[in-house]
């Protein structure tokens, strides 16, 4: 099993960017999906996810985001999104996408992707 996030990279303030995750070896839409985040010297932290497609696709969001940031599913590409509006500094991480059966913020998730940057700068 290997999930893939891609879409980061360099925005200014205020500014807007979409993460992608696809899957191989498991389908997608049969898991929840989260989407964490991780700064230097801090914690994961958990900022999104959203339900299999079979339980509905309720999503749900950290409050750090709430808001500024959209989870979604296209299930005829077996991905998940995040789209990620009004920009801070403060979201400057790695953002990974992770798969679990549960429906959780805590990284309490058996399937990771490798991570993708990004960097909120002026």
């Known amino acids: 099993v290997q999930l893939q996030a891609s879409g980061g990279g360099l925005v200014q303030p205020r500014g807007s960017l979409r993460l992608s995750c696809a899957a191989s070896?498991?389908?997608?839409?049969?898991?929840?999906v989260a989407w964490f985040r991780q700064a230097p010297g801090k914690e994961r932290e958990g900022i999104a996810c959203i339900s299999s497609s079979g339980s509905g696709g309720d999503t749900y969001y950290a409050d750090s985001v709430k808001g500024r940031f959209v989870i979604s599913r296209d299930n005829t590409k077996s991905a998940v999104y995040l789209q990620m509006n009004s920009l801070k500094p403060e979201d400057t991480a790695v953002y990974y996408c992770?798969?679990?059966?549960?429906?959780?913020?805590?990284?309490?998730?058996?399937?990771w992707g490798q991570g993708t940057q990004v960097t909120v700068s002026s």
């Open positions: 070896g498991l389908t997608l839409d049969d898991y929840t």
């Open positions: 992770a798969a679990a059966r549960q429906l959780t913020l805590l990284p309490d998730y058996k399937y």
